[in-house]
């Protein structure tokens, strides 16, 4: 079983940057595609950035651009970089993993799931 701890949520203002956290424990972290996903007040949950076993990264169009992920095995942890913030980025972010090399934008290829932390953007 993997455990999947986020953190680096909070309060910004529009334009600014907030760096994710996601750390995990059990399994083998080095084996699995980790993925991003973002719930808005009222809204489903939706796909915001994922990084394969072989660190290639692919964004939502809503993102691409303005936030980076990236994984450090070695600390097993995956990062998400969120560069000039909009008031529509406000949402509770998820950090997901994946038993396998590869997974793609839809959350049922995801296999464990973080309780999320949560990341407001003022105008």
């Known amino acids: 079983q993997v455990q999947l701890v986020e953190s680096g949520g909070g309060l910004v203002q529009a334009g600014g940057s907030l760096r994710l956290s996601c750390a995990a424990s059990?399994?083998?972290?080095?084996?699995?595609?980790m993925g991003w996903f973002r719930q808005a007040p009222g809204k489903e949950r939706e796909f915001v950035a994922r990084?394969?076993?072989?660190?290639?990264?692919y964004y939502a169009d809503a993102v691409k651009g303005r936030f980076t992920i990236s994984r450090d095995n070695a600390k097993k942890t995956v990062f998400l970089q969120m560069n000039s913030l909009k008031p529509e980025d406000t949402a509770n972010y998820f950090c997901?993993?994946?038993?396998?090399?590869?997974?793609?934008?839809?959350?049922?290829?995801?296999?464990?799931w973080g309780q999320g932390t949560q990341v407001i953007v003022s105008s």
């Open positions: 997901a993993a994946a038993k396998r090399t590869v997974a793609g934008t839809a959350e049922y290829e995801y296999d464990f």
């Open positions: 059990g399994g083998t972290f080095s084996n699995y595609a």
């Open positions: 990084i394969w076993r072989n660190s290639l990264p």
